[in-house]
């Protein structure tokens, strides 16, 4: 079983930045897809990026393209979030999730798919 724990959330200005990370405790990290969620109190959980095993695919929901960029580093065990231009609905539990499926594409945007989830991070924006 995969444990998955981030870091690297905290209060940040609009316009500020901020990198999750999201450290898996096994070794065949690398043939999991990754993905990046976020739910906000009261709210549905968002799809906000995936990357492939590889990292040769990447995807992004519409609300964060051009302004978040998922990586990852495979020798590392490791999954980031790197989030530019933050805005107070950026605000919100952010969490790292594992899938073993092999489909590519925005259909990675199903949360079904995740098998292996992470607690979470909170990230907090003020205006």
């Known amino acids: 079983q995969v444990q998955l724990v981030e870091s690297g959330g905290g209060l940040v200005q609009a316009g500020g930045s901020l990198r999750l990370s999201c450290a898996a405790s096994?070794?065949?990290?690398?043939?999991?897809?990754m993905g990046w969620f976020r739910q906000a109190p009261g709210k549905e959980r968002e799809f906000l990026a995936a990357?492939?095993?590889?990292?040769?695919?990447?995807y992004y929901a519409d609300s964060v393209k051009g302004r978040f960029t998922i990586s990852r580093d495979n020798a590392k065990n490791t999954v980031y979030l790197q989030m530019n231009s933050l805005r107070p609905e950026d605000t919100a539990a952010y969490f790292c999730?594992?899938?073993?499926?092999?489909?590519?594409?925005?259909?990675?945007?199903?949360?079904?798919?995740?098998?292996?989830w992470g607690q979470g991070t909170q990230v907090t924006v003020s205006s």
């Open positions: 990357i492939s095993r590889n990292s040769l695919g990447t």
């Open positions: 999730a594992a899938s073993t499926t092999y489909l590519m594409g925005l259909v990675l945007q199903q949360s079904s798919l995740y098998r292996y």
């Open positions: 096994e070794r065949t990290f690398g043939s999991y897809a």
